[in-house]
């Protein structure tokens, strides 16, 4: 190896060299280090010269291409997603259960619509057997807000009606992400109307019952809640129903409608109850599984999970709408809840003492006998269904007394038993 360098002027002089090393002046250093470039530049100018006709002449679609995703020369990167998803090795079985569909074609797969309706069919018969001479029973429909379907509804009334506006009302909701009315709710409907209320059940859209079409109209948290509150628009046609004395009370996916129904800037309710309602669907898909949240994601005005559609699930959770709450309501919870769990349901509960204290009345009933399904989540619809009557536990029957003092005191239905408590 040769290095080229300045050195004293003594060194120059004698125009030594010593070993390997060459030593030269400045100037030669210079016109060396010129010759090198040109040569280097000219070889360079050759090869392109030399490449470019064959490059011209090689067809566009020959030409090498970047490695596409997924393609030899394009290393997976492990453990990491992305806009193309998984990149490395994948359990196909562990796929298919996490798969979440967003496409609306998917949302009735598998449903045995002709036996809903059969189902409903005979509930419907038993309903007309238990209430006849009891109350005024009839199955009504009415076409909703949205103007888009006809939306079928339970009617129970007082069997002798007092005079114009004798009579509030109570709209009750069904829960169940595809739920309906059911035959076990029937010892409350009846005390109700012994009160002197006229109760009407609306099947909103997504109910089951009702066939296909109906069913994959499901809108949580949107065209449902306009489904239920239109039913106060048929109250006002009945003359001895009092437009200005009506409450409105639902039960899980209906407590949520019912919250909805009073977290807005205009209602026609004057109280409202939530019974262990969903009220934070961000929250709640999170941790109930590609199951569940099929039943969402699948929806025609949601189409996907809450991830890809933030603000929609936030528009359609009641939590981050508590604000605008201006009617007084009445929420209770069970701490054993095992579908609205607690740790959901708390944060309702936390947001209304806290913002609305004066509006709002809360009860946590802690791990109450359970009700027929969920634990906690029916412990305050325990029914004996061979007989219908009430399978009371002492939080039932003071779950059942709040909710009729609450009612009682802002939509005052006189006659019958008033709102004494019921002791059993």
């Not at 090498?64 to 990149?87: D, I, S, V």
């Not at 169940?176 to 059911?182: A, D, Q, R």
């Not at 909103?204 to 949580?220: A, C, F, P, V």
């Amino acid at each position: 190896m040769r290095t080229y360098t300045d050195r004293g002027p003594a060194e120059r002089s004698a125009g030594s060299t010593c070993g390997s090393v060459v030593v030269i002046n400045k100037q030669q250093f210079w016109c060396a280090a010129l010759l090198i470039a040109a040569v280097t530049g000219t070889a360079s100018q050759q090869a392109q010269t030399t490449s470019a006709p064959q490059a011209q002449s090689t067809p566009p679609a020959q030409q090498a291409q970047p490695p596409q995703q997924g393609q030899a020369g394009q290393q997976p990167q492990r453990g990491r997603g992305g806009r193309g998803g998984w990149q490395g090795p994948m359990d196909e079985d562990r796929a298919r259960q996490l798969y979440v569909s967003n496409d609306h074609a998917d949302h009735g797969r598998g449903v045995d619509f002709d036996r809903q309706v059969q189902q409903k069919a005979e509930e419907d018969k038993r309903y007309a057997e238990v209430t006849k001479g009891v109350v005024d029973y009839q199955k009504i429909t009415y076409r909703s807000s949205v103007g888009d379907l006809d939306i079928p509804a339970y009617l129970f009334q007082p069997l002798k009606k007092r005079g114009s506006k004798g009579h509030p009302a109570l709209v009750w909701v069904h829960g169940g992400v595809h739920g309906n009315w059911s035959i076990t709710m029937w010892p409350f409907v009846r005390e109700a109307v012994e009160r002197g209320y006229v109760v009407i059940c609306p099947e909103y859209r997504g109910s089951t019952g009702y066939g296909e079409k109906h069913y994959m109209e499901i809108d949580y948290g949107g065209y449902e809640i306009e489904d239920v509150m239109t039913a106060t628009d048929y109250l006002k046609t009945l003359p001895h129903v009092d437009p200005n004395r009506v409450g409105i009370m639902g039960w899980s996916h209906g407590g949520y409608i019912s919250l909805f129904s009073v977290f807005r800037d205009t209602t026609p309710f004057k109280a409202a109850v939530a019974m262990v309602p969903v009220t934070n669907l961000i929250h709640r898909l999170s941790f109930s599984g590609p199951s569940y949240q099929r039943s969402f994601a699948t929806q025609k005005r949601i189409g996907g999970l809450p991830f890809e559609k933030r603000e929609e699930y936030i528009k359609r959770s009641p939590l981050f709408h508590v604000d605008k709450l201006k009617t007084p309501v009445l929420v209770h919870v069970a701490t054993n809840d095992t579908d609205v769990y607690y740790y959901e349901d708390q944060q309702i509960v936390d947001a209304l003492r806290s913002r609305k204290p004066d509006l709002s009345e809360t009860k946590v009933y802690v791990a109450p006998p359970v009700g027929p399904a969920s634990g906690g989540h029916t412990f305050n619809r325990r029914v004996k269904p061979d007989t219908l009557e009430r399978d009371d536990s002492p939080e039932q029957i003071d779950s059942w007394n709040r909710v009729w003092a609450f009612f009682g005191k802002r939509l005052q239905p006189g006659g019958g038993s008033g709102a004494k408590p019921v002791r059993r």
